[in-house]
Every structure is written in structure tokens, then in C-alpha cells.
């Protein structure tokens, strides 16, 4: 196989230095490309692809602003490869990240793959808890790390693998952020294509981002859900609707409270206190205090981004576009 890396850069020059330095540095012997694609940024990484062009096979496109998803489509229609490897500009690579691609590809075939995320210690304690957050299976992040139990794995492009042939069946990814990559996906799914996760080709996301954006970006994922289900309904689960009602519940136990009622509140210290205790177990004391309030801005702003999607998209009949313009690029 000959890999496309694919990887659409907005206003991030020192970022996407980072993701190439470790490109730099894999074991993986065979020929392969990387395609990036500048989605029309004001702080151009020009000079940074320059630098690698002698250590890396290296090209470069600059677009008119138009959203990650046309930019990966973008590079995956100029690029040479037969199967593309899509990153986001904020990952880091471990080296053997290329060779386990291949290998697994070679034991296993399949026209779409999607790999885990991690962290580094070098990443600071609120990119540590955030990644616990989104990864660890005592959270939603369950099915965007490492588990693979509930129904078929969906890809999310931070780190993803299509082959050429799927791409161009499937036309790609669609203008709705977030959401495009599930929705990619469930097409795929139609179309008789596989997915599945490549736990072991990992990478390590390093989220440049804060609470009040982790807020933000939670909630958009929990908006375009219900607007998936409209458009992909024989894929709806139940389980999408469980954030949401973890805030009500939350909402409910502490107004029981009120009328000597304490057993449900209880289960929601216990969670959180099992959610503290295995963050600091697995990073420290603030990493553990910090995931505490990761996990539940969270469940707050998917349940309640969900919730408020689902009562615009399905209850009024709202054309998503109309009801979530933030969602869609034009």
C-alpha cells in the first residue's frame, strides 16, 4: 500500500511543525506522501512545510476557508496514494505508528479504520484530564478510545484511514462539523464498506484548548447527533441519549435533596469519586480534580446540546441547517 497522510491545518503553524517532527522520526521504511492542506488560514504554515521537504515527501495547498471536512476531501482528491491516513494538525505520532498501520492492514483488511488517542506526561494537567474525559470508558469517551463493544466502531478523523476506492464511492465527508466524521461512517456502512479500530495505532492529541472551549466543543457534538439520527435512523441507540439523562438526573437528585431524599445524589458522588480515583491513578492528585470537572462539562454540554437538538430537529421538524447554522459550512 502507498499511504496519503492527510492533514488540514487552520491557523496552526507551530502545531503541524510538531505532528511533522514526529513523521520525521518513524520506523516505517516503506515510500508514503503527506498532504497538507492550509484551509485558508491568516498565519500560514508555508515556511514550516519548507523546512521538512528534505526529511519528508511533503506537498502543499492552500484553500479558501471552507471547514475541515472539505479540506480533507481536498487532499484526498490531489493526493497519489491508495488508502489515506487522516490527522489533525493538534496530534503527535509514537514511531511505530505507520509500520502498525500496515501491519494491521495486512492482517486484516478493512476500507476504513480508526485509532485511539492518548496522552504524553509533556501535556499539561487540563489536556490530561480533558483526554480522560473524552477517552476513558467510565465517560462517553468510551467508544472514541479504546472499547469496541457497543455496535460498529465509527472513526473520528483526528485519526482515521480510508482507502481510495471507499473515498471516492462514498464522495467523502459532508459540510456538517462536528458530526462528519460518524456521518461518514454510517454512509460507508451503506455502501457495504467496514470500519473498525486500530487500538494500537494510537496518537497522541494534544487538545490546544480550554474549558470554555472543551464546553463549546462538547456541546456541538452533542447537537449533531440528533441531526445524524434524522438522517441516519435505522442507527439511532438509545445509549446517545444518556448524557442527557445524567444532567436531569443530576438536577433531579439535588432537588430531592431538598425533601430529605439523599440515596440518589449519593450515586452521583460515588460516580465522580470512582471517576477522581482512576484519574489519579493513572496521572496525579490535580489531574484527577481537574477530570472530575472535565467529565462533567462533558456529560453538561453534550446532554444538554443534545437535548436542545433533539427538541429543534425532532419534536419542531426544524431543518437542521436552519436550527444549527454554527454546524455547517458552506
Known sequence: MYFSLIIPVYNRPDEIEELLQTLATQDYKNPYEVVVVEDGSS???????????????????????????????????????????????????????????????????VDCFGGADAALDSFSNVQKAINFAMTSALTTGGIRGKSEKIGKFQPRSFNMGISKKAFETSGGFGNIHPGEDPDLSIRLWKLGFETALFANSYVYHKRRIDWEKFKKQVSK???????????????????????????????????????????????????????????????????????????????????????????????????PKAAFPELFFK
Open 221 to 319: 457534538f452533542g447537537k449533531a447527533r440528533p441531526i445524524l439520527d434524522k438522517w441516519h435512523p435505522q442507527y439511532k441507540k438509545v445509549t446517545f441519549l444518556f448524557p442527557t439523562l445524567f444532567v436531569l438526573g443530576l438536577f433531579l437528585s439535588v432537588f430531592l435533596v431538598l425533601f430529605g431524599i439523599k440515596f440518589m445524589l449519593l450515586l452521583y458522588v460515588v460516580y465522580f469519586a470512582i471517576i477522581w480515583l482512576t484519574a489519579v491513578s493513572q496521572n496525579n492528585f490535580k489531574v484527577g480534580s481537574l477530570a472530575v470537572v472535565a467529565v462533567f462539562m462533558q456529560f453538561y454540554g453534550y446532554g444538554m446540546g443534545y437535548l436542545e437538538s433533539f427538541i429543534k430537529i425532532h419534536l419542531l421538524r426544524m431543518e
Open 43 to 109: 498565519k500560514p504554515c508555508t515556511e514550516v512545510v519548507e523546512a521538512f521537504k528534505d526529511r519528508l515527501n511533503i506537498s502543499y495547498y492552500f484553500k479558501p476557508n471552507s471547514g475541515p471536512g472539505d479540506s480533507r476531501n481536498y487532499g484526498m482528491k490531489v493526493a497519489k496514494g491508495d488508502y489515506f491516513l487522516i490527522l489533525d494538525s493538534d496530534c503527535l505520532l509514537p514511531v511505530h505508528y505507520l509500520s502498525s498501520i500496515e501491519n494491521t492492514l495486512q492482517h486484516k483488511y
